[in-house]
């Protein structure tokens, strides 16, 4: 892929969640307050693309800092991220209580990419992650899926789109 089509295509992940994260206090008002009755922090693992542990600390009822460390299976790359999450409860509607317990999220956030077979190689970039966690009323757990389009800079741009399963118990 050319360095004019990563950044185009990195431009538009930007674009199109710019209206999403301009208008977190909208979407809460309509999820309401009472979305996320668990504890402020929450560890966990995530497995995908790449696999790793992962953390999240709530900062707000509806804005959370995601980070990670993870490997890669392309690329023999362990990476760190961070992110900050803006979430919409109850996005996908409330006609059943599984619906009424999914939140989206998007945010912006930033990945460090180191080689694991040389450690020589330090990338770092940004990403944009988009997913969604089930967050049941009942229990300290949360599972979330997401796709987190990258753009990193080595020698050159890399575009790399990554996506995980997880699970976290928030204290």
């Known amino acids: 892929m050319s360095?004019?089509?990563s950044l185009l295509s990195f431009a538009v992940c930007a674009a199109l969640s710019m209206p999403i994260i301009s208008s977190p206090d909208a979407m809460a008002a309509k999820g309401g307050d009472g979305f996320r009755n668990k504890g402020d922090f929450g560890v966990g693992i995530v497995l995908g693309e790449p696999t790793g542990g992962t953390g999240k600390f709530w900062v707000g009822n509806t804005q959370a800092i995601d980070f990670g460390i993870a490997a890669t299976f392309k690329g023999?790359?362990?990476v760190g991220y961070a992110?900050?999450?803006?979430?919409?409860?109850?996005?996908?509607?409330v006609s059943s209580r599984f619906l009424a317990q999914l939140s989206g999220y998007v945010g912006p956030g930033l990945i460090l990419g180191i080689d694991n077979v040389t450690a020589s190689d330090v990338s770092v970039g940004g990403r944009?992650?988009?997913g969604t966690e089930?967050?049941?009323?009942?229990?300290p757990v949360g599972v979330f899926l997401e796709v987190v389009p990258n753009m990193s800079f080595t020698n050159g741009v890399a575009f790399k789109l990554y996506a995980g399963l997880g699970i976290r118990y928030y204290f």
């Open 3 to 5: 360095i004019k089509n």
């Open 76 to 78: 023999d790359l362990i």
């Open 83 to 93: 992110d900050y999450l803006f979430h919409f409860p109850q996005i996908f509607g």
């Open 128 to 130: 944009i992650p988009f």
């Open 134 to 139: 089930w967050l049941p009323y009942d229990t």
